[in-house]
């Protein structure tokens, strides 16, 4: 039967910076041990040694009963033997580490088989050590404080790691939410204050479209946090299977151009693109359409400070692969940047740069790609401007002779380099 006879005993603290992992490191709470073997002198003698030694001990004579303790108490550490009637140590080992929950516990093998072969296949599994018997009371006093220790670093620097993510989400969702809605407040609030009055006509429409601007602003904030949680819960991914279609490359990126060519002209940057003829790819076009909008705005975006430049947009065929290259006249990223520019909430010198959005936009490009089974990758020369390449699988409909632009594109060290005549 599962013992829970130690747990109640009062004792001398464990040593200092043994705190149970999980815990409030300021409170006396002693960390608990869960010691599971069948022989009934075993299990008493390193429970006194433990319990001595300043740590609580929860005990169980096999591993369904231990399952059965951790169900109740989640212990600090773990300490079981290998052979055990009913769930052996190997099995009561896989079941703990199933629970993604119960990963960081440290699971320690005290046990009797200690030839190489079973050694080995301990480590393989994945147990934080593997002790034989005898043994040492020492060596398995030393290796509970180091692995307690252990863990407890990994959760301090992981929770450093939380707090940084918090406070940069707080500074990026304050910026991103107050700015639109203080569009819309503030507009709202002077257009009725001039109702009734003698305000024209173009004032009131400017005022308007304040208001309208922030809407749009918050309404894109939403759509994007909304696809993201979409592509993490698998949405997206069921969508993308079940709904791909065959579609003209070159009409979603002319849809594109479209779109983003008034944005883009109002800050003199001019869109190049020569639609190819027939490259015919299977996706979900308005995803398609997502991913390309998402390199052209980022390409306009970073273009502002420089007030003009252009976006050349061009396509090719790479072996079974469609690649769509967006290359703008940005202020470039440092190489060392680049992949960071991918990462979630990432924003690259906020302070110079207001107006980045919240640092999703590339991650769902890429997340878009590589659920078509493509994928966007990106080269930049910091100052000059930035090149992105989205690839995405293909099945090309043959051009007619004369046609095509005479795009020629080469495949170098995983880069596309395309050759556009100049």
């Not at 600090?76 to 769930?87: E, K, P, T, Y």
């Not at 918090?166 to 001039?194: A, C, D, W």
């Not at 420089?306 to 440092?334: H, L, W």
């Amino acid at each position: 039967m599962v013992s829970d006879s130690w747990q109640n005993r009062s004792t001398a603290p464990a040593d200092e910076g043994e705190n149970p992992q999980g815990r409030d490191q300021h409170s006396q709470a002693r960390p608990l041990i869960l010691l599971v073997d069948d022989d009934p002198a075993i299990l008493e003698g390193v429970a006194d040694l433990l319990f001595l030694n300043g740590y609580e001990v929860l005990t169980a004579t096999d591993g369904r009963e231990a399952l059965a303790a951790m169900q109740g108490r989640l212990p600090d550490l773990v300490i079981s033997d290998v052979m055990m009637r009913d769930m052996d140590g190997w099995a009561f080992f896989e079941a703990v580490r199933e629970r993604p929950e119960w990963t960081l516990i440290p699971f320690i093998f005290l046990t009797a088989r200690g030839q190489p072969p079973d050694v080995r296949r301990g480590h393989s599994l994945g147990a934080d050590a593997y002790l034989t018997k005898p043994f040492d009371p020492q060596d398995l006093l030393v290796t509970v404080q180091s692995r307690l220790r252990r863990v407890r670093e990994i959760r301090d620097a992981t929770q450093v790691e939380v707090d940084a993510v918090k406070q940069q989400l707080l500074t990026i969702f304050s910026h991103e939410l107050r700015t639109p809605l203080t569009y819309i407040y503030g507009y709202v609030n002077m257009l009725g204050e001039e109702l009734g009055s003698s305000a024209d006509d173009n004032t009131i429409e400017a005022m308007i479209a304040g208001a309208q601007r922030g809407a749009e602003r918050l309404v894109k904030l939403v759509n994007d946090l909304m696809l993201m949680v979409q592509i993490d819960s698998g949405v997206v991914a069921m969508e993308v299977a079940r709904r791909r279609e065959w579609a003209d490359l070159g009409e979603l990126i002319q849809g594109v151009v479209e779109t983003y060519t008034p944005q883009a002209e109002s800050f003199n940057i001019e869109i190049e693109f020569e639609k190819p003829s027939g490259l015919m790819i299977p996706c979900v076009p308005t995803y398609v359409e997502d991913m390309v909008g998402r390199l052209v705005d980022n390409g306009i975006k970073f273009t502002k400070p420089k007030r003009g430049g252009y976006i050349r947009i061009r396509t090719a065929q790479e072996g079974d692969m469609a690649v769509v290259s967006v290359q703008d006249t940005g202020i470039g990223i440092a190489e060392d940047q680049l992949e960071a520019a991918f990462e979630r909430f990432s924003q690259l010198n906020r302070k110079a740069l207001e107006q980045q959005g919240i640092g999703i936009g590339l991650t769902i490009a890429r997340s878009l790609a590589r659920l078509h089974g493509g994928d966007v990758q990106a080269e930049s020369v910091p100052g000059e401007g930035s090149t992105f390449y989205l690839t995405l699988p293909v099945e090309m409909i043959p051009l007619p002779a004369g046609e095509g632009g005479g795009l020629a594109s080469s495949w170098d060290e995983g880069k596309f380099h395309f050759d556009t005549g100049e």
